[in-house]
């Protein structure tokens, strides 16, 4: 336990310095962008040139770049994200509106993602160059090669418009006053479609890392030693090839989070599900420079947030992981 805590501890003193490089870039970039949320205002509710100079003193957008930055930064230190010029709201308030429901996506399409391509994994791999194998591995490549997007409004002509099976679009039926298990199961039932656009490209790679970590399992030497003692094929392929084998799966969610993450923001728009993705959208149309900025800090934190745990998890499963890193 003392090790696990040494390793939490470096990994939180790292992510500090990997936020700040993320706030920092991107405001520097954003600043770069053309445009800013005057301008916006401008063109939508229109103005003249008083209005513009008095519109960029109140939001602040007459001071220079650097006092800005130092200026967010000291929000930041005392966990102020800033005020949307798009929903006259604090950040904060937004976007923990948004949260939940892209994490709710995100953590759906990754149990689906993980468990179900490991399983397929197992399957294809407890036979390496079987008929189910080769259908298996052939089909996952095709299933990785196909776009998100497109996967997505696929399902939707099929099953939403065609078929009329699942609704088409929200994360929930609008005002239906449904509470209880009753609106849980109204949230589950709008997210199969956009839960399967975003799992099943990711589905095929944990199926393919799966099957070739067991491939590679197959020749370890105590895979021969445990067939020479006569064990049951199944013994040896759960107890011993596919343990063996999950260990770089754990990995890879971790180093997947961002990809789902920004892989959400296609599926939000597709299904117009109230997340951060359509939030992001929102906040590039109307120019707010710090609703964006803080939708990436959020993000970011996120992902770090689901690295720590990864991290956490390999080292409980396997001792040997941060050994020499945590002393």
Not at 216 to 222: A, G, H, K, L, N
């Amino acid at each position: 336990m003392t090790r696990t805590l040494r390793l939490v501890r470096r990994r939180l003193v790292g992510s500090v310095f990997v936020l700040l490089i993320v706030v920092v870039g991107s405001f520097l970039m954003l600043q770069a962008a053309p445009g800013d949320a005057v301008d916006a205002y401008v063109v939508s509710m229109g103005g003249d040139a008083g209005l513009v100079e008095a519109l960029r003193h109140s939001w602040g957008l007459d001071q220079s770049a650097w006092t800005r930055l130092a200026n967010y930064l000291w929000a930041l230190v005392h966990l102020d994200l800033g005020w949307s010029v798009t929903f006259s709201r604090p950040i904060r308030d937004v976007v923990l509106e948004r949260l939940p429901s892209t994490l709710l996506l995100m953590g759906s399409a990754t149990a689906l993602s993980f468990f179900l391509g490991s399983a397929l994994g197992i399957v294809a791999g407890a036979r390496p160059g079987s008929l189910r194998d080769r259908l298996l591995s052939t089909g996952s490549l095709a299933l990785y090669a196909v776009p998100s997007f497109w996967l997505a409004l696929v399902l939707v002509i099929v099953f939403a418009v065609d078929l009329r099976w699942l609704p088409i679009a929200g994360i929930e039926t609008i005002a239906s006053s449904k509470t209880g298990l009753a609106r849980a199961a109204d949230i589950a039932w709008h997210l199969v479609l956009p839960v399967s656009a975003l799992g099943f490209i990711y589905l095929a790679l944990y199926l393919r890392m799966m099957r070739a970590g067991m491939a590679e399992v197959w020749r370890q030497d105590f895979i021969l030693a445990a067939r020479a003692r006569g064990l049951p094929r199944r013994r040896i392929v759960f107890a011993h090839v596919a343990r063996n084998a999950l260990l770089p799966l754990v990995t890879m969610l971790g180093l997947q989070s961002a990809q789902m993450l920004g892989g959400s923001v296609v599926i939000e728009s597709v299904f117009s599900v109230p997340g951060l993705g359509r939030l992001a959208q929102e906040a590039v149309a109307g120019r707010d420079t710090p609703l964006l900025l803080g939708i990436i800090l959020v993000s970011a934190v996120t992902v770090v947030l689901i690295n720590l745990a990864v991290d956490i998890a390999y080292a409980l499963l396997d001792p040997r992981v941060g050994a020499g890193e945590a002393a």
